[in-house]
C-alpha cells in the first residue's frame, strides 16, 4: 500500500512527522520556480524546518526533551 | 585494499593465512577478551574477515571469503561480540508499536554530543581524526544494510529500496554517499581509499561498522540489522546540520559540505521510512522479530555513546583519539 498507482503519486501523513510524497509529481515555489528533487521526498508539516518545503527532522523539537539544545543529544554521521 | 597491520594474535593469524599461510594455524577456540566490543585484536580480525565479503584484499584470493576455517573463527568471534552487545543492551519489552518504541529509545539515549563539539570547537587536526574515523564506515555507506534486501518481506523491502536509492545515488555514482565522503577526505588533504586508515582506528571505530557487517551477514539477526538502520536514520538530520556547519566553520566548499548537507533532508525523509515501513513493515509480517528490531536500534545508539566518549575524552586529556600520532597526514599540532 507504500507504493503509488502508475502515473499517480501517493501522500502519505506520518505520525507528527512529515507528509511523505511518492510517485509522478513535480514541486513548485511560486518565487523560485519548480524545485528539484529526489524521487521520493518528505515535506514539512509543522512549519519549523529550515529546508521548507522539505523536512529536516525539526518538529521533533517541538516535542522531544532530546532536540533541546544541550550535550546529550544522540548522534550520527 | 591493502591487508592492514596485525593488533595481536588473533588478527595476525588471520593475516597471515590470507597471506598464504596454512589454515591450519588459525587459533582454535580462541580466549574471550576482557571487552570484545573494544578489544583492538579480535575487532581488526573481524574486519579483516569481514571485508573478505565486500570488497577483498589486494592480492588475496576471493575463495577465502567461504574457508571454512575462517568461517568457524569469525562465528567464535562474532559468539563473543554478540554476548557482549546482548550483555550491555537490555530494552524491556513493551507493546506498542516497533515505531513508536523506536522514537522512545532515542529520546531517551543521552549519549555525549560529538557534533556539537565538531560544529563549534573542533580545530583542524580534530576535524581531520573526525573524518579518518569516519572513513572506515562512510567509505561504504548503506553497503552492510544491503544484505538485508533479499531476507525481508515485501513492503519492508520496498521500504529499504527507497532508503537506499538515495544513499547510492538514485543512478548517478557521484551522489553516491561514500562518493560524497571521498570528497571531504580529498578536500581536507586526506587519503581517501577504502581503507586507508584502518591502522590508525581504534577497536570501537572498527566495531561501529562490525556490528553492521555481523547483523548483516546473519540472517537470523535481520531484525537487528533494520534496527540498526533505524536508528541510524533517526539521529542523523541534526547532527548533520552542526557537521556541516563545523566544517564551513573551518572554511570547507560546498562541495565538501554536501556529504552533511544532504543527510539533512535525505535523512529526516529515511527516518520516517526507516521506522514506520521498514521496522514496522517488518514486525507487522513476522512479530517474534521486534524484539531483535529494539536490539539492533539500541546497539547502534550505546556503540555510538562509546565511540563519541572515546573521541571526547581523548581530546580533553590533550591527546589524540586515534592509534597513533604519527600518520604525517594526522599529526596532532
Not at chain 1, 507528509?19 to 524545485?35: A, H
Not at chain 2, 537506499?164 to 554517499?177: L, V
Not at chain 2, 540472517?219 to 538502520?229: I, K, T, Y
Not at chain 2, 535525505?266 to 514486525?283: F, I
Request: charged share 25%; proline share 6%.
Amino acid at each position: 500500500m507504500t507504493s503509488p498507482e502508475l502515473g499517480g503519486a501517493r501522500i502519505t501523513v506520518y505520525p507528527d512527522g512529515p507528509l511523505v510524497v511518492r510517485g509522478e509529481f513535480v514541486l513548485d515555489d511560486l518565487d523560485k520556480g519548480q524545485l528539484p528533487t529526489a524521487r521520493v521526498i518528505a515535506l514539512c508539516r509543522c512549519g519549523r524546518s529550515a529546508t521548507k518545503p522539505l523536512c529536516d527532522g525539526s518538529h521533533k523539537i517541538t516535542r522531544s526533551p532530546r532536540a533541546v539544545p544541550r550535550d546529550a543529544a544522540p548522534e550520527r554521521a | 585494499m591493502r591487508l592492514p597491520l596485525p593488533r595481536g594474535p588473533l588478527s595476525a593469524a588471520v593475516i597471515d593465512v590470507l597471506s598464504g599461510s596454512d589454515p591450519a594455524a588459525l587459533p582454535q577456540s580462541p580466549v574471550e577478551p576482557v571487552d570484545a566490543l573494544t578489544d583492538d585484536d579480535l575487532q581488526l580480525a573481524l574486519w579483516t574477515m569481514y571485508e573478505l565479503h565486500y570488497r577483498g584484499f589486494d592480492g588475496v584470493d576471493d575463495c577465502w571469503e567461504w574457508e571454512p576455517r575462517l568461517i568457524q573463527l569469525r562465528n567464535e568471534l562474532e559468539a563473543m561480540l554478540l554476548a557482549t552487545l546482548r550483555a550491555m543492551v537490555v530494552v524491556p519489552r513493551d507493546g506498542r508499536r516497533v515505531a513508536d518504541r523506536l522514537r522512545s529509545l532515542i529520546e531517551a539515549d543521552d549519549g555525549p554530543s560529538l557534533s556539537r563539539y565538531m560544529q563549534t570547537r573542533a580545530d583542524r587536526s580534530q576535524w581531520l581524526q573526525f573524518v579518518a574515523h569516519r572513513s572506515i564506515y562512510q567509505l561504504k555507506e548503506a553497503d552492510p544494510h544491503t544484505w538485508a534486501l533479499p531476507r525481508l518481506p515485501v513492503k519492508a523491502k520496498s521500504a529499504l529500496l527507497e532508503i537506499q536509492f538515495d544513499e547510492y545515488g538514485d543512478g548517478n555514482p557521484a551522489r553516491m554517499h561514500s562518493e560524497l565522503f571521498r570528497v571531504v577526505l580529498t578536500e581536507l588533504g586526506l587519503r581517501s581509499e577504502h581503507g586507508g586508515y584502518i591502522d590508525v582506528v581504534p577497536g570501537i571505530t572498527l566495531a561501529i561498522t562490525n556490528v553492521m557487517s555481523m547483523f548483516g551477514l546473519h540472517r537470523a539477526l535481520r531484525g537487528a540489522l533494520v534496527g540498526h538502520l533505524a536508528a541510524y536514520e533517526m539521529t542523523s538530520s541534526e547532527p548533520c546540520r552542526r557537521y556541516a556547519k563545523g566544517l564551513r566553520r573551518l572554511g570547507a566548499s560546498d562541495a565538501a559540505c554536501a556529504f552533511y548537507d544532504v543527510h539533512v533532508t535525505a535523512d529526516a525523509l529515511h527516518e520516517q521510512l526507516a521506522a514506520h515501513d521498514l521496522c514496522g513493515g517488518l514486525a507487522e509480517a513476522e512479530p517474534e522479530l521486534a524484539e531483535d528490531i529494539i536490539f539492533g536500534a539500541a546497539v547502534c545508539l550505546a556503540i555510538d555513546g562509546l565511540f563519541a566518549a572515546h573521541v571526547l575524552d581523548s581530546w580533553a586529556a590533550g591527546g589524540s583519539s586515534l592509534r597513533t600520532a604519527d600518520d604525517s597526514l594526522l599529526a596532532v599540532s
